[in-house]
Nanobody
């Protein structure tokens, strides 16, 4: 059974940076695709970034140039480096791991951008 756990959220000032991490235990990690989503109260969960099993990455237009998704197969980890954070980036950030046609979600980590 794959378990997904996010970490790295917190409170940061506008213009600051955070690095989120997602560890997928129990997976055959070299075969998975990794995704980051975010959600604010009362709104749908929005896709932020994704990375394929071969390392091909994509980012939503709203974060392009500021956020970078990466993976470390040796550590079973997908990371999201977030630079130049804005108040509108405030949300709960969720990691999704996709393996063999099955989605596995973490419980999320809160990111708050405020002065």
């Amino acid at each position: 059974q794959v378990q997904v756990v996010e970490s790295g959220g917190g409170l940061v000032q506008p213009g600051g940076s955070l690095r989120l991490s997602c560890i997928a235990s129990g997976s055959d990690f070299s075969r998975v695709a990794g995704y980051w989503y975010r959600q604010t109260p009362g709104k749908q969960r929005d896709w932020v970034a994704s990375i394929s099993r071969w390392g091909f990455s994509q980012h939503a237009d709203s974060v392009k140039g500021r956020f970078t998704i990466s993976r470390d197969n040796a550590k079973n980890t997908v990371s999201l480096l977030m630079n130049n954070l804005r108040p509108e980036d405030t949300a709960v950030y969720y990691c999704k791991i996709f393996q063999d046609g099955v989605e596995y979600w973490g419980k999320g980590t809160q990111v708050t951008v405020s002065s």
